[in-house]
Every structure is written in structure tokens, then in C-alpha cells.
């Protein structure tokens, strides 16, 4: 006899069927077309073998890595050439040799085999069209057969938008933030001076980048996080009027859920294309809008080169969580085989909010936090934070800072301003990504980093004085125009300069810029003894 279903799986059931209900918003489509030509890269009988099994309408060419290969209809020698390789589904490229160079060849093809052990890309996501096998007979087979599914016109989503405006890659030549170009498995992503490029057709929607951008400015776009989060948010609702207790939100890569098996009546399971494409701003929201836990299953499909990224969301998320007094295992980490944590009792106090579901990753990240920690009496303690957290402030040494404002150019999220009138740099906490652009712009390396999360909702978004000095006045005139300590700086620098030997020389580097062209104009010495 069947057993009924008890009331939190009744509640999850609702929960599911709720979420459904939200429908992701629409995206750019990325198209590709291939006409079936295959390069097969290999050595010895197998690429002969695979070539004879590749189905109508492909059709094969082999690039023969043996040392004695001959050049025949279907066959071409690598010949010690150097081999790169270039493109994706419907338009590879593979250069033989170097480009001007004798002996330089280029092949074309729409699918790419890769027989090699270890492969010819590196890349953990290989680009679309890019298949790699082993030489076993069965392998080869199947690859074949997988193969004969690529010829035609395909689709797929543009999984990213991109916002260069608030992009900290660089500014001014100095280098910034890298999380991007670091974290993406299929190495679609090219830092360039101040900005990143991503090549829409060698993304594979991974979505590491979107989850270690410290800013938003890359993001994921199908599913956008506003529809994911109002996804989640659907099903908890859903799961509490139904009358389900102790809700945990389970995220999983489609590919990987057959892999965990049944799991405990009070776990949604939230599928995802890919585990990465979501991180800690939706966790912490899922937890602000009223689950007991998170837990992230992480499955075969999951690049190895992507673990470092959940890895970090963790340790960020558990050192916050941990400091407003939830248990470590609010999130959570399970891999096949193991049994989901049971689920974390909350803080006494502690209460949840449903703010909106948003596209802005820095507003959901501090809504979220400010819902978590208002169970909290002393809101203000400081968080300390592991390196490469999104959140932080700028020491800034008195004892060097000229007051020269050359981080306030450079700084990509407007954290540091000059205060107005008065010789004083202003610091925002609310905006500082921790990219450090401002501490390898400053020419006196003045500034330091601090990793820390502010639970002051008042005093992260107060301006605050991070250096100031009295203004220095012209000698001649009484005008305010530099600091203190830029004169004494010039000063010692130019002190054995044959141009300020005497002292009115050196006197005029204590005037403002009308007075010292006055006083030059009426130095006898200067104007005719020019160094």
C-alpha cells in the first residue's frame, strides 16, 4: 500500500508547480550553421576508423599528427608545424605554422574531432562543434553518431549582457578586476585595456562570470536573476501557504539531478543549465525571502575549473552568515552520495522579507543582508571578509597621500570623490568592489585594501574622509591652491634643481600658477639665464 504524502511534500509539490508559473524574459538569439565538413586531429588507425563511421551529410578531413604522414585527398601532415586553433560550431579555423611565414596553411571546417589525449584546447567548456574522444572502437562510435546530430542551422540563447560603463577590467591604463577572464571554463572572455569582450558564439552560459562580477556589469541574461530570484520567491510563498515548514532551496545543473536521487520532502529544487550561472546575491535572497537553507548540489556536469568560483560564494556568504549568527551549514555544499545537511535552526529574532526581485546585483546583495542582519542588535559591527569579496573599504596612509585625486579619476565605481573646495579625498563604502585600481594608480602607494562588509546601512553610504589637509596659500597672492605636503614634496625634489639655486626661485613653487608667471616675467635672472 502507498504511502500518502505527508504535508511538506504536498507543500513542495505546490511550491514547484508555483514556480513554473514564472516565465523567463526573452533574450538574443546566436546562430550558427554548419554544412557538415569535419577535421579530424589525430594519429595512427583511429581517425580513419571515426572518419568511415561519420554518418551522410558529413564529410571528413584528417589532420595527421604522425611524423611520417603524406599530404593525400583527404589527409594533411602537421609536419612540425605549430597548430592553433580558432572558432567554434560552423566556423573553425586552424593555422599550421605561423602566418607569414613558409609553410603557413589554414583549414576550415564546422566540426572539429579531437582525438588527442590531452586535448588540443585546453579550455574546460570546449567550444561548440569542438568534440574530443578517445580511441576505443565504442568511443568512436558514439562520437560518430553524436556528430551526424550537427549539420544545419542551430540556435541558442545569448546568455549575457554587458555593461562596460560600470566595468572595473581597468581605467587609465591601470589594471583592475580579472574574476571574469579568470573564471570562465570555456575562455569566451578577452580582457582588453579597460573593458572585457566576450565571443557570444564560444559561450557556453556557464555563468561564473556573471557570479564573480563584482559590479553587475556582466550578468546573465536567460534566465535574467530578477526571474530567477522571482522564481524562487513564487515557490517559497507557495511552500508556506500550503502549509509546508523548514524550507530549503536545493540549486542543481539540469544535467545532474537524476544524480541526487529522492531528497527530503522540505527541499525545492531550483534546475538550472549551469550550477555557476547563480551565486551568492541569489542565495542570500533566497534566504531573505524565507528559506531555512541553501544548498548548492554539485554534480559530474560542474567544470572543475568552476569549483574555485562556488568555493569562494561560500566562503564569502558563510563568513557574513556566521557573523549575524547563522549556522554554517545555512549553505550548503552536497556532492552525489552524500546526504543534504539537516536543516539549520534560525537565529532567535531573525525574519524575512520579500524585497523585490532585481537585475542589480549590488542593490539585491546589500537588500538581502540588510533583511538577514535586522534581527541584529548591533547592526554596525564590521564583517572581515576573505580576499576577492565584493565589498570592502580603502586605508589610505596620511603620512603619504599627497591629495593628488589620481584615484578619484581612475576609480571605476566612483568610491573615492575630492571633497569640493577643501583638500579632502571622500570615500563610499556602498560603491568600493575592492578592485584595486585606486592602490596601483596611487604614485605615493598610499592606499590599501580592506575586505569587509559594513552592516551600517548609514555609514556604508555616508560619505566619509579618508585623508584630508588646511589648504596651502599662495605666498603672493593668499590664494588656496595645493597642500601642504604637495609643497613640501615638490620642494625636496627640486631641491637641487640649477633652476630653483637661488630663493626666489624656490619661493616662486610656493605660488599659485598667475603668480609665478608674474614673478618669472619680472626675474631678470630667469628670464635671461634660462637652464
Not at 592553433?84 to 593555422?95: K, N, T, Y
Not at 520567491?233 to 511552500?239: C, F, I, Q, S, V
Not at 576573505?386 to 568610491?415: I, Y
Request: proline letters at 7%.
Amino acid at each position: 500500500m502507498n504511502e500518502l504524502p505527508n504535508a511538506d511534500a504536498k507543500a513542495r509539490d505546490a511550491a514547484l508547480a508555483a514556480a513554473g508559473e514564472v516565465a523567463a524574459a526573452g533574450t538574443a538569439v546566436i546562430e550558427y550553421r554548419s554544412r557538415g565538413r569535419v577535421l579530424i586531429i589525430g594519429s595512427g588507425e583511429a581517425p580513419d576508423a571515426v572518419a568511415y563511421m561519420l554518418p551522410s551529410p558529413l564529410s571528413a578531413r584528417i589532420l595527421r599528427l604522425d611524423d611520417d604522414a603524406l599530404a593525400d585527398d583527404v589527409s594533411v601532415p602537421l609536419a612540425e608545424r605549430e597548430l592553433s586553433i580558432e572558432g567554434h560550431l560552423g566556423a573553425f579555423v586552424v593555422h599550421l605554422g605561423a602566418e607569414g611565414q613558409p609553410g603557413h596553411q589554414v583549414l576550415s571546417a564546422d566540426l572539429l574531432l579531437d582525438l588527442c589525449e590531452p586535448p588540443r584546447l585546453s579550455a574546460p567548456l570546449k567550444p561548440p562543434g569542438y568534440f574530443v574522444s578517445d580511441t576505443e572502437p565504442a568511443s568512436l562510435e558514439a562520437v560518430a553518431e553524436e556528430m551526424g546530430e550537427y549539420s544545419g542551422t542551430f540556435e541558442k540563447p545569448r546568455y549575457f549582457e554587458y555593461d562596460a560603463a560600470i566595468c572595473a577590467h581597468g581605467r587609465s591604463g591601470q589594471a583592475g578586476c580579472n574574476r571574469c577572464v579568470e573564471a570562465c571554463p570555456a575562455e569566451a572572455i578577452t580582457g582588453l585595456v579597460e573593458t572585457i569582450e566576450v565571443d557570444p558564439y564560444r559561450c557556453q552560459g556557464g555563468g561564473a562570470c556573471a557570479t564573480v562580477c563584482p559590479t553587475g556589469a556582466i550578468r546573465y541574461a536567460y534566465p535574467r536573476p530578477a526571474d530567477s530570484l522571482a522564481r524562487i520567491g513564487r515557490m517559497l510563498k507557495a511552500y508556506r501557504a500550503a502549509g509546508g515548514a523548514d524550507p530549503v532551496v536545493a540549486l542543481v545543473s539540469e544535467a545532474d539531478m537524476a544524480a541526487f536521487g529522492p531528497l527530503p520532502d522540505n527541499i525545492m529544487t531550483v534546475e538550472l543549465e549551469e550550477l555557476a550561472s547563480v551565486g551568492l546575491d541569489t542565495w542570500l535572497s533566497a534566504l531573505a525571502y524565507g528559506a531555512h537553507q541553501v544548498v548548492v548540489l554539485r554534480g559530474e556536469s560542474v567544470p572543475g575549473a568552476v569549483d574555485p568560483t562556488i568555493d569562494e560564494q561560500l566562503a564569502i556568504g558563510r563568513a557574513i552568515l556566521d557573523h549575524l549568527g547563522y549556522a554554517r551549514d545555512t549553505l550548503a555544499s552536497v556532492v552525489p552520495g552524500e546526504t543534504p545537511p539537516a536543516t539549520p535552526t534560525l537565529p532567535a529574532g531573525a525574519r524575512k522579507v520579500m524585497h523585490g526581485a532585481m537585475n542589480d546585483k549590488r542593490n539585491m546583495l546589500f537588500a538581502a543582508i540588510d533583511t538577514l542582519a535586522a534581527h541584529r542588535d548591533n547592526a554596525g559591527d564590521v564583517v572581515p571578509l576573505p580576499d576577492g569579496a565584493p565589498f570592502g573599504r580603502v586605508q589610505v596612509d596620511g603620512g603619504k597621500c599627497t591629495l593628488c585625486m589620481g584615484c578619484t579619476s581612475v576609480c571605476p565605481a566612483q568610491a573615492l570623490a575630492a571633497g569640493g573646495e577643501t583638500p579632502r579625498l571622500v570615500f563610499h563604502e556602498i560603491n568600493c568592489v575592492q578592485c584595486g585600481i585606486c592602490a596601483r594608480a596611487c604614485p605615493e602607494q598610499a592606499i590599501t585594501l580592506e575586505p569587509r562588509l559594513n552592516l551600517d546601512v548609514d555609514g556604508r553610504r555616508r560619505g566619509v574622509t579618508a585623508h584630508e589637509e588646511a589648504p596651502f596659500h599662495c605666498v603672493q597672492c593668499g590664494k588656496a591652491f595645493a597642500t601642504r605636503s604637495v609643497i613640501d614634496r615638490m620642494l625636496d625634489k627640486l631641491k637641487d634643481h640649477p633652476m630653483f639655486a637661488s630663493e626666489r626661485a624656490r619661493r616662486r613653487l610656493k605660488m599659485c600658477d598667475n603668480c609665478r608667471v608674474v614673478d618669472v616675467v619680472q626675474d631678470d635672472d630667469a628670464m635671461n639665464n634660462p637652464v
